[in-house]
C-alpha cells in the first residue's frame, strides 16, 4: 500500500499530463474550484453527467450517418452539443475533434463524418479512461488518508 | 422569519444541457444565489406564469392562478441554442410581457457571433456570456439584479431600516393582493427613474451590516 506522499505525487504527475496531453483545459480547474466541503462529489457528478450524455450523443451519430439520406442537421446538432457538454468539463480533445467534425457536416461529407465520428469515439474512450484514472487516484489518495 | 437577514436573489436559469444547468447552478449557488433550472423556454415560461395564450394580454397581469406566486425571480439567464424556443426567443417573449420585461435577462452560447450578440443585447439583454460560463461572469450579475431589487417586500421588522434607507417607496395598498407579479407592476407604477440606481453599495441588506 502506497504512502500518501507518493500517492499525491502520482495523483499530480497524473494531472499535470492531462494538461500537457491537452486532454484537459482550463475548464477542468474551474470545475474543480466549485467543488467544496459543500459539495464534496461536485466534479465527478458533472463527469458522470457528461459520460451518459456523451454516450447518448455518439448513438444517435451512429444512427444518423447509417440512414439511408442523412440528415446532416441533425448530425451537427448533435456534434454541436457534444462540444457544448466537452467545452463544459474541459475536455479539450473531444471539443476539437466535434469541431472537425462540424466542418464535414457543413460539406455534407458522408466519409468524412464517418472517420470524424470513429475519431471522436475513441477521443471520448481516451478521456473517459483518463477521467476515471484520475478519479480512482483521488479515491485512493483519500482512503489514504491524504 | 429568522432565517437570515439576507434575503437571497433568485435566479431562473435556462438550458437544454444537464451539464451546463448542473454548471449553471453551482455556479449560481456559489455565488449564493437560489436558484431554479430548467430544460426549456417554455417551462421557463410556464414557471414564470406566462401562458403562451395570454401574452396577448400586455396590459393584464398574465399569471395563470397556479403559477409559482411566492417566488420572485430576479434574474434569467438562458443558453441561445435550444431546440423550440431559442434564448433570443424567449428574451422577446419576456420582454414584451409587462409583468417580465423588468426582470434582466441574460445570454449564454458556445458561439462567439457578433450578430447574434448585438441582436439580443438590443432586445435588452443584460449581457451575453460566451460558454463555458465562468465564476467572473456570474459575478457580474449582481447590479443587474440589485434593479428589481424587491426582495424585502414582505412585511419584516428587519427590513424597517430598508425602507427608510431606499428612496423607492413601496406601495403597500398594493401589496394586500398576494399576487407577486401585481407587486412588480405596482412598483413599476410607483417609480421614479431612481430604479435603476444601485440600492446599496454593498450587501443586500442594511440592518446585517
Known sequence: ?146 | MGLSTESQFHVLAVDDSIIDRKLIERLLKTSSYQVTTVDSGSKALEFLGLNEDKHKDTNQLSISPNSHQEVEVNLIITDYCMPGMTGYDLLKKIKESSSLRDIPVVIMSSENVPSRINRCLEEGAEEFFLKPVKLCDVNKLKPHMMKTKYKNNHQNPENQENEEISEEIQPQPQQQQSNNNNKRKAMEDGLSPDRTRPRFAGGLTVASN
Do not use: W
Not at chain 1, 502520482?10 to 475548464?27: F, H, N, V
Not at chain 1, 450517418?65 to 457538454?85: I, N, P, T, W
Not at chain 1, 466519409?111 to 484514472?133: A, D, F, I, P, R
Open chain 1, 1 to 146: 500500500m502506497d504512502g500518501v506522499a507518493q500517492l499525491k505525487k502520482r495523483l499530480a504527475d497524473y494531472t499535470t499530463s492531462l494538461y500537457d496531453e491537452g486532454y484537459l483545459d482550463d475548464q477542468f480547474v474551474q470545475l474543480q474550484q466549485l467543488q467544496d466541503e459543500s459539495n464534496p462529489e461536485f466534479v465527478v457528478e458533472v463527469v458522470s453527467l457528461f459520460f451518459q450524455d456523451s454516450q447518448r450523443l455518439l448513438s444517435e451519430l451512429a444512427k444518423a450517418l447509417e440512414q439511408q439520406s442523412v440528415d446532416f442537421r441533425k448530425v451537427d446538432a448533435y456534434v454541436h452539443q457534444l462540444k457544448g457538454s466537452s467545452s463544459s468539463i474541459g475536455a479539450q480533445r473531444v471539443q476539437r475533434a466535434c469541431i472537425s467534425f462540424r466542418n464535414y457536416c457543413d460539406d455534407q461529407n458522408i466519409e468524412g463524418c464517418l472517420k470524424c465520428l470513429q475519431q471522436l469515439k475513441n477521443e471520448y474512450s481516451l478521456m473517459k479512461n483518463k477521467l476515471e484514472t484520475l478519479f480512482k487516484l483521488e479515491q485512493q489518495l483519500l482512503e489514504a488518508g491524504g
